[in-house]
């Protein structure tokens, strides 16, 4: 499978905990973007990467949010001290930089309990 | 920023019947717009997209205009299938063209 794959695809903790999720996106993609999803709405911009450089944050993002893409390739993105309105769907896609088209991953569900 | 705004939010038709979602824009320098598929528990998958410098692109029994001078878009789908039951998402590429801005989502139920 060539595909965007996200890790994990679900995850429970309690609130104040710290989580971590990983993408591994297309590997000719340059261009990687992480999005939140709650129920009902779109996908909302959290910050995208090209190559390693993590060109845009959104003005949302809490500080206990970071991403990274250390190497250029697969990315991380960690909460801190999640709370109960950090539950939601994370997606990450995965773009060739000029064409625009997003490729997304399943998904990494978070649920704070 | 750019805002995209997507009507309805909840569409029902009958087999067979014409599907149409519209959806409009706030910036005027947004130049592709995609929309996408997404399936209950599934990934957004694109089914197809337009750039500024065309007014309608079609594909089969689904087909997209665009309007700039009004800064809005929309998808159409003919002869719906129950399979075509799904919740899209309309989107715009930002002015400095480095993220998809999405509409809120319309699900559509197609009633065999």
């Known amino acids: 499978d060539t595909g965007v794959s996200q890790d994990p695809r679900h995850k429970i903790t309690k609130r104040g905990q710290n989580v971590t999720f990983r993408c591994d996106p297309i590997?000719?993609?340059?261009?990687l973007y992480w999005y939140r999803q709650t129920l009902g709405q779109g996908p909302e911009f959290l910050t995208y990467?090209?190559?390693?450089?993590?060109?845009?944050k959104s003005r949302l993002l809490s500080d206990r949010f970071s991403a990274e893409r250390p190497k250029g390739s697969f990315s991380t993105l960690e909460i801190q001290r999640t709370e109960q309105g950090d539950s939601a769907m994370y997606l990450c896609?995965?773009?060739?930089?000029?064409?625009?088209?997003?490729?997304f991953g399943e998904g990494s569900r978070l649920t704070v309990l | 920023g750019e805002n995209v705004e997507q009507h309805p939010s909840t569409l029902s038709v009958q087999e067979g019947d014409s599907a149409v979602i519209k959806c409009t824009y706030s910036?005027?320098?947004?130049?592709?717009f995609p929309w996408y598929k997404q399936e209950l528990g599934k990934r957004p998958q694109l089914i197809i997209d337009?750039?500024?410098?065309?007014g309608e692109k079609k594909d089969q029994r689904i087909a997209v205009t665009l309007n700039k001078t009004a800064k809005h878009f929309s998808l159409h789908i003919t002869e719906t299938q129950p399979e075509d039951s799904a919740v899209y998402f309309c989107?715009?590429?930002?002015?400095?063209?480095?993220?998809?801005?999405f509409g809120g989502g319309t699900r559509l139920m197609v009633k065999p």
């Open positions: 896609a995965s773009s060739w930089q000029t064409t625009g088209e997003l490729f």
């Open positions: 590997s000719e993609h340059n261009r």
């Open positions: 990467f090209q190559n390693e450089a993590q060109l845009e």
């Open positions: 910036d005027s320098a947004s130049n592709y």
């Open positions: 337009i750039r500024s410098n065309v």
């Open positions: 989107a715009a590429l930002s002015n400095a063209g480095n993220m998809l801005t």
